[in-house]
């Protein structure tokens, strides 16, 4: 028998109805008695509450807490990292008086703030030592009764949705419970939830989705496309087949089609440090698309795609949520 250790503050962290709470003593009970030590494991709270939801358990996350203890140190494998490696989607929400207009690189050092506290090896190798990679999340900032005054956007609150690799979400989703304030620029982000999301299993070769941040293609010279332009679906692919080699170590299982439903331009202003340094009162300018879109090609291709960003720079573009598949 393996022993079962639980924080005393497992019911301050997770709030469960009725039907719940027996499977989530019952999924305790099974790990109690296992001898299967691949199943046993030091889990954190967001490994936990994943395997939670996707037992179908409803549960929302209440206060900070401490970790729960499941005997040796093996990761439930066989749950988080079945076919390729296991996907977490977050959302995390912060209150400000008011937020640049360059606002999304802001979040960017938020995000890898909140890694960096987590776990500062893995901060220096996925920002340090592997700069130049596709980075194993994207992200998406939806502002809440906003309002454009020069270079600041007043609001009551934004919120960041993270869809991630698991080792990433793990670590950014700690480092954010570190981080109930942050200043920046002299203003001060109160942190006021942190929730996990459900995230939806695509089984067809045809999907329709949403996007949360739009989809930004550009050709070999940097020119944004349309969806509309002829190369626009060849662009999308190559970038899609550089995502898909990055997370899954191969290449597309086949050419991804896509089909513009109802699309939006959207022009975004944005900045850097560097940029800053020689342009300090200009914006750079990215021309993305946003709206409803059709993706078709291999489930396991359109299911990393939809994780983890379509397009280029999908660290802060191209995350989409799930509407419907068709087929």
Same mark, same amino acid.
């Given at each position: 028998?393996?022993?079962?250790? *639980?924080?005393?503050?497992?019911?301050?962290?997770?709030?469960?109805?009725?039907?719940?709470?027996?499977?989530? #003593?019952?999924?305790f009970i099974y790990l109690f008695f296992t001898d299967n030590e691949q199943d046993i494991n030091l889990l954190n709270i967001p490994s936990l509450l994943q395997i939670m939801l996707k037992f179908g358990f409803d549960c929302t996350i209440l206060e900070e807490g401490s970790f729960i203890y499941f005997g040796a140190r093996k990761l439930l494998i066989n749950i988080l990292n079945r076919n390729g490696g296991e996907k977490m989607r977050?959302?995390?929400? +912060?209150?400000?008086?008011?937020?640049?207009?360059?606002?999304?690189m802001k979040i960017y050092s938020l995000l890898k703030e909140?890694? &960096? &506290?987590?776990?500062?090896? #893995? +901060?220096?190798? *996925?920002?340090?030592q592997q700069r130049q990679e596709i980075k194993p999340f994207s992200t998406a900032v939806y502002l809440r009764d906003f309002r454009i005054e020069g270079q600041r956007i007043y609001l009551k609150d934004f919120?960041?949705?993270?869809? %991630?690799t698991m080792e990433f979400a793990i670590h950014a989703f700690n480092g954010f419970r570190e981080m109930e304030e942050y200043m920046i620029g002299g203003v001060k982000w109160k942190q006021s939830s942190i929730q996990l999301l459900r995230e939806a299993?695509?089984?067809s070769h045809s999907v329709i989705l949403k996007t949360l941040s739009p989809i930004l293609v550009e050709d070999q010279n940097g020119k944004p496309l349309?969806?509309?332009?002829e190369g626009y679906e060849k662009e999308l692919n190559y970038f899609a087949n550089l995502q898909i080699r990055q997370a899954a170590g191969r290449e597309l299982y086949r050419p991804i089609r896509f089909t513009p439903?109802?699309?939006?331009?959207?022009?975004? &202003?944005? %900045?850097?440090?560097? +940029?800053?340094?020689?342009?300090?009162?200009?914006?750079? +300018?990215y021309t993305a698309y946003k709206g409803l879109i059709k993706l078709e090609g291999h489930w396991e291709d359109l299911q990393i795609l939809y994780q983890l960003g379509i397009g280029k720079r999908t660290a802060f573009f191209g995350l989409t949520d799930y509407i419907r598949e068709e087929g």
């Amino acid at each position: 028998m393996i022993p079962l250790i *639980l924080s005393e503050h497992v019911g301050a962290m997770v709030k469960l109805n009725k039907t719940s709470w027996v499977l989530f #003593f019952s999924f305790f009970i099974y790990l109690f008695f296992t001898d299967n030590e691949q199943d046993i494991n030091l889990l954190n709270i967001p490994s936990l509450l994943q395997i939670m939801l996707k037992f179908g358990f409803d549960c929302t996350i209440l206060e900070e807490g401490s970790f729960i203890y499941f005997g040796a140190r093996k990761l439930l494998i066989n749950i988080l990292n079945r076919n390729g490696g296991e996907k977490m989607r977050f959302k995390v929400t +912060y209150e400000a008086e008011w937020i640049p207009v360059h606002y999304r690189m802001k979040i960017y050092s938020l995000l890898k703030e909140a890694i &960096k &506290k987590a776990d500062i090896s #893995f +901060y220096q190798q *996925l920002f340090e030592q592997q700069r130049q990679e596709i980075k194993p999340f994207s992200t998406a900032v939806y502002l809440r009764d906003f309002r454009i005054e020069g270079q600041r956007i007043y609001l009551k609150d934004f919120s960041i949705t993270v869809s %991630s690799t698991m080792e990433f979400a793990i670590h950014a989703f700690n480092g954010f419970r570190e981080m109930e304030e942050y200043m920046i620029g002299g203003v001060k982000w109160k942190q006021s939830s942190i929730q996990l999301l459900r995230e939806a299993e695509i089984a067809s070769h045809s999907v329709i989705l949403k996007t949360l941040s739009p989809i930004l293609v550009e050709d070999q010279n940097g020119k944004p496309l349309s969806p509309t332009d002829e190369g626009y679906e060849k662009e999308l692919n190559y970038f899609a087949n550089l995502q898909i080699r990055q997370a899954a170590g191969r290449e597309l299982y086949r050419p991804i089609r896509f089909t513009p439903i109802n699309m939006q331009k959207m022009v975004v &202003k944005e %900045s850097n440090r560097i +940029y800053q340094e020689t342009h300090p009162d200009q914006s750079l +300018y990215y021309t993305a698309y946003k709206g409803l879109i059709k993706l078709e090609g291999h489930w396991e291709d359109l299911q990393i795609l939809y994780q983890l960003g379509i397009g280029k720079r999908t660290a802060f573009f191209g995350l989409t949520d799930y509407i419907r598949e068709e087929g």
